[in-house]
């Protein structure tokens, strides 16, 4: 069992590497690794899990894996930039480098990606149900001495 653990650990901080260098390498996802960094953690060290929710910036990713495993599904805007990003590296590899194995495995990869997307739901806006957007509410960024300065009618009352 202590074997097991320690091998999700190992993958987990692998994943998280990756998740790093998707935030600046084009091409190179964030969230998936996100996604793959809080698997691994989940069954391996809460402490682990716990770091990773606080690295900044992942933030971002963590929050859309998080989102990912509630709902199941992937906004619009995340399946257009994850398709563009996939056949646009695709292109890059394929002028940059003339190798045909390389080409093919970042094609294959570009391909997985479209199969993914194609088979994950699209999540529906929440503006338009009329619900609440995930995020911070209005309250708690607009809770300290400035937003106390302003009126009923949104105007600044000094």
């Not at 994950?120 to 001495?145: I, K, L, M, Q």
């Amino acid at each position: 069992m202590a074997g097991s653990r320690l091998l999700f650990a190992a993958l987990g901080l692998l994943a998280v590497g990756l998740a790093v260098l998707g935030v600046w390498l084009p091409g190179l996802p964030t969230t998936p690794f996100a996604l793959v960094a809080l698997w691994a953690f989940s069954r391996s060290s809460e402490r682990l899990s716990a770091w990773l929710r606080r690295i900044p910036l992942l933030r971002g990713a963590i929050s859309a894996a998080e989102r990912y495993r509630r709902e199941r599904t992937l906004p619009l805007g995340v399946k257009v930039v994850a398709q563009t990003a996939a056949w646009a590296s695709t292109a890059i590899v394929l002028l940059t480098t003339g190798s045909p194995w390389i080409t093919a495995a970042v094609a294959a990869a570009a391909i997985a990606c479209t199969v993914f997307m194609s088979l994950t739901p699209t999540r529906r806006s929440d503006r338009r149900r009329g619900e609440p957007v995930p995020g911070p509410s209005v309250s708690a960024w607009a809770s300290g001495p400035a937003a106390q300065r302003i009126d009923a009618d949104g105007l600044d009352s000094r």
